[in-house]
């Protein structure tokens, strides 16, 4: 069995939230992504800041909004793509 194509899930500045394995940030109408998700995708990214990571701030509420996409990304992309994350608070559950 072949293995998938890697994509990282990782917000910044004006590029993201989907990296290639090469670094490059991938255009989101290139996948096989609901229009309605790729909006909400740009729309989440586009409020990134340094600020809003957790070891800077307590935003919750944007952290909580970026797993669910990251479920959501995972699930559209499953049969293409393996979407991973480098930093463990993507997945940590929140309170």
């Known amino acids: 069995m072949r293995a998938l194509p890697i994509l990282e899930f990782w917000p910044d500045y004006n590029a993201g939230p989907l990296w290639s394995s090469d670094g490059t940030s991938v ?16 729309s989440w990214n586009a409020r990134y800041a340094d600020d809003k990571l957790p070891f800077a701030s307590n935003d919750i509420e944007w952290l909580r909004d970026g797993e669910a996409l990251l479920d ?5 992309l499953s049969t293409t793509h393996t979407v991973v994350v480098t930093e463990p608070w993507w997945e940590e559950p929140r309170t």
Do not use: F, G, M
């Open 72 to 76: 959501e990304v995972r699930a559209a």
């Open 27 to 42: 255009d989101l109408t290139s996948l096989n992504l609901p229009r309605d998700l790729i909006q909400r995708l740009q």
